[in-house]
């Protein structure tokens, strides 16, 4: 257990329909990380929250959006879904840059 | 943009023999991590480099960084089936983005 945990594990569900991924980081951390990974696109950087507020941005489409709340847990919210947006989706969590991020076991998004 | 290349990204390898994987990346940067991924598995940290010049080993897997010719290699000794998986590294560049290369799957036989 990387202490970053991840709900749900799997989720199925039909096109144009919305999902939100849960994400509790390792206890400390304040900065969360929201990953997708697809075998077309490797593993791309979503978002960032750092306590509360989002830092970065990446390839992170505007059907996509997410929110880290005051207890640190964060919330991707998943809506217009397609079949291409099927992929693992990894939280990941740090303290700081220079002792590494913490993945979780992700959520299996498959889209129908 | 910062792109983060990985070479080779299959490698069959025959245990006991050794080798090692590249990683490339595009922009200045301090920080180089590496990572093993399992089949539908999540991301285990390997390897954090922090500077140039860093050399870290564990066990069969040795890393290092360049940070001067923007290279880092994860080097595998006398590999064993145990480390069949794939191989990531990622680089911050000092923002906070982490950004990962191709990965390379590594299959080792005996």
């Known amino acids: 257990d990387s202490g970053v945990t991840q709900t749900p594990k799997h989720l199925i569900t039909a096109t144009g329909q919305r999902v939100t991924l849960r994400c509790s980081p390792r206890?400390?951390?304040?900065?969360v990380y929201w990953y997708q990974q697809s075998l077309d696109q490797g593993l791309q950087f979503l978002i960032q929250?750092?306590?509360?507020?989002?830092?970065a941005k990446g390839n992170i489409l505007e059907r996509f959006s997410a929110q880290q709340f005051p207890d640190l847990h964060s919330e991707l919210n998943l809506s217009s879904l397609e079949l291409g947006d099927s992929a693992l989706y990894f939280c990941a969590s740090s303290v700081f840059q220079n002792y590494g991020y913490t993945f979780g076991s992700g959520t299996r998004l498959t889209v129908v | 943009e910062l792109k983060v290349e990985q070479n080779p990204l299959f490698l069959s390898m025959q245990e006991g023999k050794n080798y090692t994987i590249y990683c490339n990346y595009s922009?200045?940067?301090?920080?180089l991590y590496w990572y093993r991924q399992d089949p539908g598995k999540s991301l285990e940290s390997l390897f954090v480099l922090l500077s140039n010049g860093a050399v870290k080993q564990e066990g069969r897997l040795m890393a290092s960084l360049d940070t001067k010719a923007r290279l880092s290699t994860l080097h595998i000794t006398a590999a064993v089936h145990d480390l069949s998986a794939t191989y990531f590294c990622?680089?911050?560049?000092?923002?906070?983005?982490?950004?990962f290369g191709t990965g390379t799957r590594l299959q080792v036989f005996p």
């Open positions: 206890s400390g951390d304040l900065s």
């Open positions: 922009t200045t940067s301090d920080r």
């Open positions: 929250y750092y306590n509360g507020e989002e830092r």
């Open positions: 990622a680089v911050d560049m000092n923002t906070d983005k982490l950004i």
